[in-house]
C-alpha cells in the first residue's frame, strides 16, 4: 500500500520548489524581534496555511481544471514553464525577501501563500494527485505532501540552530543545487506535456 518511488519524486520536486533551507533566512528576517514563542507559533501557522491550499488544489484539482477547461498536457507545460521561471530563479539568486510588516501576520501572507504554497508547489500536486492510478500511489502522494510540510515546520523552528550550522554560504550552495536540479525537473515535465499533446492528436 505504499509507493516508494511515488513517494520520492513528489517529496523531491516539492524540497527543490519549497527550498526549506533557503526559506530560513528569509523566515528569520520576518520574524526578527519577536520573542522564540512567537516565532515557533508562526512556524506552525505557515506551515498549516501552506497545507491548506494544498490540500484544496490536491483534492479540487480536476474539477479547477475542468471547470476552466484545461487539459493536463496543457498544465504540464504551463507547470514545467513556471518551474523552468523558478529554478532560473534560485540559480540566479534573484529572490525577492518580502520585508517585516507588524500590522500583519506574515506567518499567513507571504510565508503561508505565495512563499511556501507558491504556484509551482500548487501545480506539482495537482498533476501528482492526477497522475496517481491506485491507492498505493494516492497514499504516496499524500504521504509525501505531508512529510514535505512536517519538514518546513522543523526547519522553520529550529532556523536559528540551522542558519548557525551551515551559515549563508550553506544556504546559498543548497539554493544553487536545488536551482539546478528543479531546471531539470521542469524541462522534463515539458517534455511529458508535448509528447502527450502529440500521442493526443
Known amino acids: 500500500m505504499f509507493d516508494v518511488a511515488v513517494f520520492g519524486s513528489l517529496f523531491l520536486t516539492l524540497f527543490v520548489i519549497m527550498d526549506p533551507p533557503g526559506i530560513t533566512p528569509i523566515f528569520l528576517a520576518l520574524t526578527s524581534g519577536r520573542a522564540a514563542k512567537v516565532q515557533r507559533r508562526m512556524a506552525w501557522q ?13 483534492l479540487l484539482g480536476q474539477q479547477i481544471l475542468n471547470y476552466l477547461h484545461v487539459s493536463v498536457p496543457a498544465l504540464m507545460i ?3 514553464l513556471l518551474l523552468l521561471l523558478i529554478a532560473l530563479d534560485l540559480l540566479t539568486g534573484k529572490t525577492d525577501e518580502p520585508k517585516q510588516t507588524k500590522d500583519v501576520n506574515v506567518a499567513l ?6 512563499l511556501l504554497a507558491g504556484p509551482g508547489a500548487i501545480v506539482s500536486v495537482i498533476l501528482a494527485v492526477q497522475n496517481a492510478d491506485g491507492a498505493a500511489a494516492q497514499v504516496s502522494v499524500w504521504a509525501a505532501i505531508v512529510a514535505m510540510h512536517v519538514v518546513l515546520w522543523l526547519t522553520m523552528r529550529y532556523s536559528l540552530l540551522i542558519i548557525r550550522v551551515i551559515k549563508d554560504g550553506g544556504v546559498v550552495l543548497v539554493t544553487r543545487l536545488a536551482g539546478m536540479m528543479l531546471s531539470a525537473i521542469a524541462v522534463q515535465q515539458i517534455i511529458n506535456g508535448v509528447t502527450q499533446v502529440i500521442q493526443n492528436a
Not at 505557515?46 to 490536491?58: L, M
Not at 501572507?109 to 505565495?114: E, I, K, N, T
Open 46 to 58: 505557515a506551515v498549516a496555511v501552506a497545507f491548506g491550499v494544498i490540500t484544496v488544489f490536491g
Open 109 to 114: 501572507v507571504p510565508l503561508g501563500m505565495p
Open 78 to 80: 504551463a507547470g514545467g
